[in-house]
Nanobody, 115 residues
Framework: QVQLVESGGGLVQAGGSLRLSCAAS????????MGWYRQAPGKQRELVAR???????YYADSVKGRFTISRDNAKNTVYLQMNSLKPEDTAVYYC?????????WGQGTQVTVSS
């Protein structure tokens, strides 16, 4: 069973930066989408950013211009560069990979932005 391993979360002051990484523990064939979601306390999980195999990207309005998603197809790895972080970005961030056969989720990594 392929697992997604996330890293890079932590505590940062407002205005700071973090880079999240998500790597698959094995090979995933026929990947369509790779992305990041987040869930803040008391709120629903929301899509933050996603990227297609061809490199097309989507960002939530709340992170446009601050976050950048990228991927390494050969390594089945997806990254999220987060700049100009705000306290409202505080959440558990989850990696997501959608392939033809399955949908994979990471275990989540905590991002806390202090004011």
């Amino acid at each position: 069973q392929v697992q997604l391993v996330e890293s890079g979360g932590g505590l940062v002051q407002a205005g700071g930066s973090l880079r999240l990484s998500c790597a698959a523990s094995g090979t995933i064939s026929s990947i369509h989408l790779m992305g990041w979601y987040r869930q803040a306390p008391g709120k629903q999980r929301e899509l933050v950013a996603r990227i297609t195999t061809g490199g097309s990207t989507y960002y939530a309005d709340s992170v446009k211009g601050r976050f950048t998603i990228s991927r390494d197809n050969a390594k089945n790895t997806v990254y999220l560069q987060m700049n100009s972080l705000k306290p409202e970005d505080t959440a558990v961030y989850y990696c997501n990979i959608v392939s033809t056969a399955n949908i994979y989720w990471g275990q989540g990594t905590q991002v806390t932005v202090s004011s």
